[in-house]
């Protein structure tokens, strides 16, 4: 398994390991960090510093099948954070336009309306629905169980869904 | 049936969790049950809207901006892909 390869190799201190394990999940990671934080600058900030801390406890880690979750739980404390000085900043998010104007519209309408819901909603709903993350790994990641995420999980979406019901009546 | 059984049964037809044969139970329901109709519709459109959402994109330049920063903070990372043609080289500013 190549995870536990460059998992190994960062313990002995070998400089392409990093490197390897960035090939690796560097993208899912800065996808997650990008749905959750909604920019693109953000976003690379906090994938960098989650292979920062790879780095940093790169004596701790095993290749044991936890190594993933632990990761997307760093960068999902990383995006709270940065969350939080948005919220004391008020960023604004980036648009991403493309496709026929009706349906970029819609895809604006959905994202927005998803940054609009509470964490606790969002992040079930990023984590299954978009990065099809399976419902146990998606539990450790928030630390919570699995009957806590599945509800979370039913509720944003019927939550997102009476933010769009509008929207989706006239695009119906 | 109760509501509330009803109410979960919906949101696993909306995840595409349900089972085929009772999504086709559900779905039989729905036919003589206007309200349950329009919760299954309304739900099952919000989770294909939200899975319609493109994934954002990772591109070249985000990739070596996230090295640019590792590299800023002290970090001795090599990556094992070759490195763009493009941003292989610094060119001297005119002007």
């Not at chain 2, 049964?9 to 969790?17: C, K, N, Q, S």
């Not at chain 2, 591109?59 to 094992?80: F, H, K």
Request: aromatic share 8%; net charge neutral.
């Amino acid at each position: 398994m190549v995870e536990k390869r460059w998992l190994n190799a960062l313990a002995k201190g070998d400089p392409q390991a990093l490197g390897g394990l960035y090939e690796l999940y560097g993208e899912r990671i800065f996808r997650y960090a990008y749905r959750m934080l909604g920019n693109r600058s953000d976003a690379e900030d906090a994938t960098a510093e989650t292979f920062l801390r790879v780095l940093r406890r790169s004596a701790e880690l095993r290749a044991d099948g936890a190594f993933r979750t632990w990761l997307f739980r760093i960068t999902r404390n990383l995006c709270i954070d940065k969350l939080r000085q948005h919220k004391l900043m008020e960023l604004p998010p980036d648009a991403q336009y493309s496709g026929s104007e009706e349906r970029a519209a819609l895809r604006i309408t959905v994202q927005q309306a998803l940054a609009d819901l509470p964490n606790e909603y969002r992040e079930p709903l990023v984590l299954c629905d978009l990065e099809d993350m399976a419902a146990r790994e998606a539990a450790e990641i928030l630390n919570i169980s699995v009957p806590a995420l599945k509800s979370r999980l039913y509720r944003g979406r019927r939550a997102l869904r009476d933010k769009l019901i509008g929207t989706m009546e006239r695009n119906r | 049936m109760n509501n509330e059984l009803y109410r979960k049964l919906v949101d696993m037809y909306a995840g595409g969790e349900l089972p085929e044969e009772l999504e086709q139970e559900l779905r039989g329901r729905a036919l003589s049950d206007s309200g349950l109709a329009i919760e299954m519709q309304s739900l099952s459109d919000t989770v294909d809207a939200l899975r319609a959402i493109p994934d954002p994109e990772f591109t070249e330049e985000s990739y070596q901006r996230v090295l640019m920063r590792l590299y800023a903070r002290g970090a001795d990372i090599r990556p094992t892909g070759p490195t763009p043609t493009h941003l292989q080289y610094y060119l001297p500013i005119q002007g």
